[in-house]
């Protein structure tokens, strides 16, 4: 079977990468499919076979071999049989991240992901056109592919959801057929913003007898790769498969060094580069899949000096070149500096990232925007100050007097995680998924 023809359309893009299935994936249930993490519903077309699994192993495979990092998550795949029959027809949905094309305006951007859906091999007709569908507003494009004696035909719908595109595409060898099945675009159904999944890290491993209870109030947990900064030994190490078991998803995170450490730029390149061999051997020796994100933690905010811009992007290139995938955990709070209104260190580092794909965890523990030490309803990232966030640390423990003094919730000088039995100091984070470093493996 052709699956290059059964995924998003005609053939999805192989300069992208399938990521592992999220903690919380989205569910076909009765004929109706819906994604909780992005927040809508939409029931295909009857009489297809759901193909989504093999299609991301496909992909995945071409992707793998390419070497590629661009992140292109396969939600469904749906085909009615052979791909050479006239009467063939298909559905394809994807997610793609929205700051990957962030040099592109809404509209311009979901243009893109149309023809990035359809693949190299297909033909754009006409122009690109705009619908409203369950209160959302997509660019819709049409495409032919010419696969004598068939001309293939396809229809791409994408809408921008928080920090997600969504394409969805119809593809088939017959027009009649697109006309038919485009129609069960008007089965969507949004439930507002994109889900924001509660989760925790602190610096100590909470022990084997607390997963349960902390699981019913978070989704993830931060998991160190070395020692966490100010302690002698790191208490997560070995501890993986049982938080997995727990149902948890995982922010992978390693200690990276402070400024007065680093001592030149020529120096602080080599130590980014060993440090991301250390934090890929120890990836892999906890066993966490390839594609992982690794966020380093960029303790010191404000803007990045030369030497510390050596050691990060230094580390970040020597994660991404390995298979994984580099983060940062860095501060989303503006920093005073002289003759200038200030900088956000989050900011400071994209804007000298280059061409770099970097994950973002920003801390933002100020009230407000965080909302304090609550569980109630954790916020979207994007309401930390900084839109292209992918985590957001809203609440830490100890309380920063000097920041967060104003902020309710806190007990005694702490943030306590809402568990009986035991008392945890805890830092609070909000994240676009329930797994937001991909850690965990496909089971």
Excluded at 389 to 394: I, Y
Aim: contains cysteine; aromatic residues 10%.
């Amino acid at each position: 079977m052709n699956y290059s023809l059964k995924v998003a359309c005609f053939l999805l893009s192989v300069s992208v990468l399938i990521l592992p299935q999220s903690a919380t994936p989205p569910t076909l249930v009765d004929g109706v499919l819906s994604d909780t993490e992005l927040g809508f519903r939409y029931t295909p077309p009857p009489n297809m076979f759901d193909e989504t699994d093999a299609a991301r192993e496909s992909v995945q495979r071409r992707a793998a071999a390419l070497n590629s990092h661009s992140v292109f998550e396969v939600i469904l795949s749906m085909g009615s049989g052979d791909d050479t029959d006239p009467a063939w027809f298909a559905v394809g949905i994807e997610a793609f991240q929205r700051s990957k094309l962030s040099e592109f305006d809404d509209v311009a951007g979901a243009a893109r992901m149309n023809v990035m859906a359809a693949g190299a091999r297909a033909t754009l007709i006409g122009s690109p056109q705009q619908a409203t569908f369950g209160g959302k507003q997509f660019v819709v494009s049409e495409f032919e592919q010419k696969e004598p004696p068939l001309t293939k035909r396809a229809r791409v719908y994408t809408t921008v959801l928080g920090r997600k595109f969504l394409s969805i595409a119809f593809t088939a060898n017959q027009g009649s057929n697109l006309e038919r099945i485009a129609k069960t675009m008007a089965s969507l159904e949004f439930s507002g913003e994109p889900r924001s999944f509660p989760g925790f890290d602190r610096n100590a491993y909470p022990g084997d007898d607390s997963l349960s209870e902390l699981r019913k109030v978070f989704d993830y947990t931060g998991y160190w790769l070395n020692n966490p900064p100010g302690a002698s030994a790191n208490t997560w190490a070995g501890t993986r498969n049982r938080i997995q078991t727990a149902g948890f998803g995982f922010l992978v995170l390693f200690n990276g060094r402070l400024y007065s450490e680093l001592k030149t730029v020529a120096n602080a390149a080599k130590m980014g580069d060993a440090d991301a061999q250390s934090a890929r051997a120890s990836a892999r020796r906890e066993g966490f899949p390839e594609h992982t994100i690794i966020f380093l933690d960029q303790e010191q905010g404000g803007r990045m000096l030369p030497e510390q811009k050596a050691y990060l992007f230094a580390w970040v290139d020597g994660i991404s070149k390995s298979g994984f995938r580099a983060g940062v955990y860095c501060s989303g709070i503006p920093a005073k500096e002289m003759n200038s209104g200030g900088v956000i260190t989050a900011e400071d580092i994209r804007q000298n990232a280059g061409n770099r794909q970097i994950a973002y965890w920003v801390t933002n523990d100020a009230c407000p925007p965080a909302p304090g030490c609550t569980t109630a309803r954790p916020p979207s990232p994007g309401l930390s100050g900084i839109s292209f966030a992918d985590v957001w640390q809203f609440a830490q423990s100890p309380q920063r007097k000097d920041v967060a003094g104003s902020c309710s919730g806190y007990s005694a000088g702490n943030c306590y995680a809402p568990i009986p039995g035991a008392k945890f100091d805890v830092d609070l984070n909000a994240a676009t998924s329930g797994d937001p470093s991909h850690g965990r493996s496909l089971q």
